[in-house]
């Protein structure tokens, strides 16, 4: 794609009234991040605005009992579309909707570009991806880990990093024990089971099928967790989105800056993996938020990152 020449012919007519403009932005914004894949989003456009809807048919009712991944996924999603359309030229206004249940925010393009999110990224959202693999014993450069802070401009949102082996190995039980309740729950294993099924990690059919089948008939959780605790404790540094409130909207502007988390560290080579099991189970969350000295806050996303 030639994005001078695109963005040339966008700036000829508004979004909302040229459909290849919008097409092209939802195009950008549908390459976000959601949980086990499941694109949990829906979009609707005028001639004024752009709104992104809650898939409830995509809510994963077991493993996200309180749909928090749920909205961070559209908040991926809404992040996706805001670099894209200020990539592009455009302006933009969000709104969150508290009371109308089903549509989480509303985007109208007017005025001049905002040039804060940066063309690197843009360019971070096509190759942007999830790496469950074991990465390089090697640290991350605490300038680099301050360029990734600075990505978080939203009020009452922080990133906390922890990078000692302490923290990890605390971490790692606390993960051990999630996969053992999730695991022993026959409900939980049905839905994962599910989504493998549909292939939404990416497997081929009969690889895909195979898997929900052992997932759904056999608890797992021992071997999940013997895998998960290798690969966390290998990542250079752990870290945790939180915020002061637990609103919707709360939820939508930490998931926004989790994405720009992941984007800027694509751009810088860093590998990232979203690490949710422990925020699943409630106690097992206030032991993690005081890890990371966030107790009086509320965590919304944890995750790894290192090299792979």
């Known amino acids: 794609m030639n994005a001078g020449q695109n963005s040339n012919e966008m700036n000829q007519t508004s979004v909302g009234r040229d459909l290849y403009a ?19 989003w829906k979009f609707a456009a005028d001639d004024k605005e752009i709104k992104i809807f809650a898939d409830e048919a995509r809510w994963l009712k077991v493993a996200d009992a309180d749909q928090r991944e749920l909205y961070i996924s559209i908040a991926c999603a809404l992040e996706n579309l ?3 359309a200020e990539h592009f030229g455009y302006s933009h206004r969000v709104s969150h909707s508290e009371d109308e249940k089903a549509v989480v925010v509303q985007i109208g393009f007017s005025g001049k570009s905002s040039t804060f999110r940066g063309q690197e990224l843009f360019e971070a959202i096509k190759i942007r991806h999830t ?19 600075d990505v978080c401009i939203e009020d ?5 990093m922890a990078e000692d082996e302490e923290t990890k190995e605390k971490m790692s039980d606390l993960v051990s024990q ?12 049905k839905e994962l089971g599910h989504w493998y099924g549909q292939g939404a990690f990416g497997s081929p059919l009969l690889i895909s099928k195979i898997c929900q089948m052992l997932i759904t008939q056999f608890d797992l959780g021992k071997l ?10 290998s990542a250079s540094v752990l870290a945790m989105v939180c915020s002061e409130k637990n609103e919707r ?11 720009r988390i992941w984007l800027k560290a694509t751009a810088l080579g860093i590998s990232l993996q979203p ?31 290192g090299y792979a």
């Open 178 to 189: 999630a996969n053992a309740l999730m695991f022993s729950n026959p409900a939980f294993r």
């Open 156 to 160: 009452g949102i922080m990133i906390k």
């Open 224 to 233: 999940q967790a013997k895998n998960d605790s290798k690969t966390l404790m």
């Open 131 to 149: 790496n469950r693999k074991r990465y390089q014993i090697r640290p991350i450069p605490s300038e680099t880990l301050a360029l990734l802070q």
């Open 275 to 305: 690490m949710t099991q422990v925020l699943r189970v409630p106690d097992l969350k206030k032991e993690a938020a005081s890890l990371f000295s966030c107790s009086d806050d509320y965590p919304q996303q944890i995750f790894r990152l």
């Open 22 to 40: 919008r097409d092209l932005l939802l195009g950008y914004a549908i390459l976000a991040p959601s949980c086990y894949n499941t694109q949990p």
């Open 249 to 259: 909207s709360t939820q939508v502007q930490a998931g926004q800056v989790f994405e």
């Open 82 to 84: 805001l670099i894209a």
